[in-house]
């Protein structure tokens, strides 16, 4: 059977916002060499350099950033799309921003990226160890499913999805990481596409792409196939399972 491989980057190759560790780059980038990868992510180019080395950017087939906004091949552009994000939402989100309980707030709260806008409580200038303080307190009083859902109701032709561990990814509606599934499987209709993300329940922004994997299988064949993981070692894992199978 032939395969495609498609992988989400920040939790699923490499820990929550750092660089992809050296074990794992050299492992991915062997696995690179013998198949057919490609790479899905919420976070921009920018982002992507900080966190997957050079030598593994040119070995995947192609980079989708911006929850499948934007497409790279190389040092080529294929799309870019564009989103002008309500003014009654940008306010929404600076008075969340100004009255919310999280007492921490570092900076760079709106990021306005290609066909999306992502923001963050605790803001993307913040250092690891308050990355990780503000994740475990948004588990214990789910500030990001609360404004996720407000924003699900008042904005209708929107959506938004929890990202990685501080922020909220919002797009138009379809303009999620369901088309990046839907790219690949237009390019290479006949094989099956594997995909690894470390979000792929309900309102995760690895959902879009896992519902749109399920929507595809009762219309076509090969099947393809979703591999949840919970971080860059259970990664490590599949790759190992994947090419020596038992």
């Known amino acids: 059977m032939k395969r495609i491989f498609m992988f989400d980057i920040d939790g699923t190759l490499t820990p929550p916002r750092l660089p992809m560790t050296k074990e794992m780059a050299e492992m991915f980038g062997g696995f690179c060499q013998r198949h057919t990868v490609f790479l ?40 870019d799309r564009e989103f002008n994000p309500p003014e009654d939402l940008v306010r929404l989100l600076k008075d969340w921003l100004h009255y919310s309980h999280y007492p921490v707030k570092t900076g760079a709260h709106l990021e306005f990226r290609s066909g999306m806008l992502n923001y963050s409580t605790v803001g993307r200038n913040c250092t690891q160890a308050q990355r990780e303080d503000y994740e475990a307190w948004d588990k214990e009083n789910g500030e990001r499913k609360i404004l996720r859902e407000r924003i699900l109701h008042m904005f209708p032709a929107l959506d938004c999805v929890i990202g990685g561990q501080i922020s909220l990814d919002i797009y138009p509606r379809g303009l999620d990481k369901s088309q990046s599934y839907n790219w690949v499987k237009q390019e290479y209709p006949d094989h099956a596409i594997v995909f690894c993300g470390d979000r792929l329940m309900p309102g995760g922004n690895d959902y879009p792409f896992f519902k749109a994997m399920g929507e595809n299988q009762t219309r076509c064949r090969p099947i393809d196939i979703a591999v949840p993981v919970s971080g860059w070692e259970d990664t490590k894992r599949f790759l190992v399972n994947c090419e020596n199978p038992s």
């Open 40 to 79: 899905v992510t919420g976070s921009d180019m920018k982002k992507v350099k900080e966190q997957v080395p050079e030598k593994i950017r040119n070995l995947v087939k192609g980079i989708f950033t911006c929850s499948g906004n934007a497409y790279t091949v190389g040092d080529n552009i294929i799309y």
